[in-house]
C-alpha cells in the first residue's frame, strides 16, 4: 500500500475577517502528482505556505511521513524533505545555468566541505553535469540566465529545487509566462524528470490543459475549503468547478 506522505487535518487560516482556510483535510501518498487549483484567493497559495512553512496554521495538523510539522519553519520543512519553487523564478540573472548549478549543488547538495576546501570540486561538477542534461537544458549551460528563454529559466529553477533529492516539491505555476507553444514541452520534460527522481508533486496551475494531461489527480479549492478532490476527468468535469474555477457554466462549450 503506498505511503502516505502528507496529511493535513482541519488546517485554518485567517488574515483578519478574511478567512483563507478552513477545515483542509488532504492526503497525499508518495509519488502522486497532485494539481492544485482554484480562483484567485480560493485558498491554494495558502495551503501551500502553511505546508511548506511559510505560514503557521491558526488551527490543525500538518504531518509529513507521519511526524507532525504544523507551525515549521521554511528551513525546517526544507529539512523534512519538502521543497518549493515559485511562479518567478529564484536564480542568480549574471550566472550562467551551470553557474547556478555549481552553486546549488555545492551548498545544498553535498555536505560542505571544511573551509579549506573548495566548494566546487569533481563529484559537484559531476552532479550539476548530470541534472542539466536529466532536465534538457545542457544546450544552455554556458549562457547567462538574464538571456535564457521563460521556459529555460522555469526548467533551471526547478532543477535547482530539487537538489537535494526532496520527498515532495511544490511547483507555483510551473508554466506562468511560458507561451502556449513552449508549455507542453517544458511541463512534459518537468514531469518526466519529477517522476524519474521518485518526488511527489503539487503542483499550483491555472491552465486547465496541463493540469488534465500531467496531474494524476486534481485538488480544487474554494472560498479556503477543498471543492472537489479526485483524478482530473472527474474532478475537471465537476458542475461545481466548472462555473467557480474553470470560469464557465455547466454545460457550456469554452469559448472558441
Given at each position: 500500500?503506498?505511503e502516505?506522505?502528507?496529511e493535513?487535518?482541519?488546517?485554518?487560516?485567517?488574515?483578519?475577517?478574511?478567512?483563507?482556510?478552513?477545515?483542509?483535510?488532504?492526503?497525499?501518498?508518495?509519488?502522486?502528482?497532485?494539481?492544485?487549483?482554484?480562483a484567485?484567493?480560493?485558498?491554494?497559495?495558502?495551503?501551500?505556505?502553511?505546508?511548506?512553512?511559510?505560514?503557521?496554521?491558526?488551527?490543525?495538523?500538518?504531518?509529513?511521513?507521519?511526524?507532525?510539522?504544523?507551525?515549521?519553519?521554511?528551513?525546517?520543512?526544507?529539512?523534512?524533505?519538502?521543497?518549493?519553487?515559485?511562479?518567478?523564478?529564484?536564480?542568480?540573472?549574471?550566472?550562467?545555468?551551470?553557474?547556478?548549478?555549481?552553486?546549488?549543488?555545492?551548498?545544498?547538495?553535498?555536505?560542505?566541505?571544511?573551509?579549506?576546501?573548495p566548494?566546487?570540486?569533481?563529484?559537484?561538477?559531476?552532479?550539476?553535469?548530470?541534472?542539466?542534461?536529466?532536465?534538457?537544458?545542457?544546450?544552455?549551460?554556458?549562457?547567462?540566465?538574464?538571456?535564457?528563454?521563460?521556459?529555460?529559466?522555469?526548467?533551471?529553477?526547478?532543477?535547482?529545487?530539487?537538489?537535494?533529492?526532496?520527498?515532495?516539491?511544490?511547483?507555483?505555476?510551473?508554466?506562468?509566462?511560458?507561451?502556449?507553444?513552449?508549455?507542453?514541452?517544458?511541463?512534459?520534460?518537468?514531469?518526466?524528470?519529477?517522476?524519474?527522481?521518485?518526488?511527489?508533486?503539487?503542483?499550483?496551475?491555472?491552465?486547465?490543459?496541463?493540469?488534465?494531461?500531467?496531474?494524476d489527480?486534481?485538488?480544487?479549492?474554494?472560498?479556503?475549503?477543498?471543492?472537489?478532490?479526485?483524478?482530473?476527468?472527474?474532478?475537471?468535469?465537476?458542475?461545481?468547478?466548472?462555473?467557480?474555477?474553470?470560469?464557465?457554466?455547466?454545460?457550456?462549450?469554452?469559448?472558441?
Open positions: 500500500m503506498p502516505v506522505l502528507l493535513t487535518r482541519g488546517l485554518g487560516k485567517r488574515f483578519g475577517a478574511v478567512v483563507a482556510a478552513e477545515d483542509v483535510n488532504v492526503s497525499v501518498t508518495a509519488g502522486e502528482i497532485v494539481g492544485v487549483i482554484g484567485n484567493g480560493a485558498g491554494k497559495t495558502t495551503f501551500c505556505n502553511m505546508v511548506t512553512g511559510y505560514l503557521t496554521p491558526d488551527l490543525g495538523q500538518i504531518l509529513f511521513r507521519g511526524k507532525d510539522i504544523t507551525g515549521c519553519s521554511v528551513g525546517q520543512a526544507t529539512e523534512a524533505g519538502i521543497h518549493r519553487s515559485f511562479q518567478i523564478p529564484q536564480l542568480f540573472p549574471g550566472l550562467t545555468v551551470y553557474e547556478n548549478l555549481l552553486l546549488a549543488v555545492g551548498v545544498f547538495g553535498h555536505r560542505r566541505p571544511p573551509w579549506w576546501q566548494l566546487v570540486r569533481p563529484e559537484v561538477e559531476n552532479e550539476a553535469t548530470a541534472i542539466m542534461e536529466r532536465y534538457r537544458i545542457a544546450e544552455s549551460a554556458t549562457t547567462r540566465v538574464d538571456r535564457l528563454p521563460q521556459g529555460v529559466r522555469k526548467l533551471l529553477d526547478i532543477a535547482m529545487a530539487m537538489v537535494g533529492q526532496p520527498a515532495m516539491i511544490l511547483l507555483d505555476e510551473p508554466t506562468s509566462g511560458i507561451s502556449t507553444k513552449e508549455k507542453f514541452d517544458v511541463m512534459g520534460n518537468v514531469i518526466d524528470a519529477l517522476r524519474k527522481s521518485g518526488a511527489t508533486v503539487l503542483f499550483v496551475e491555472h491552465d486547465m490543459e496541463v493540469v488534465g494531461r500531467y496531474a489527480r486534481v485538488i480544487a479549492f474554494r472560498e479556503g475549503r477543498v471543492l472537489a478532490d479526485g483524478t482530473p476527468d472527474v474532478v475537471l468535469e465537476d458542475p461545481a468547478v466548472i462555473e467557480h474555477v474553470v470560469g464557465r457554466r455547466p454545460g457550456r462549450a469554452p469559448d472558441a
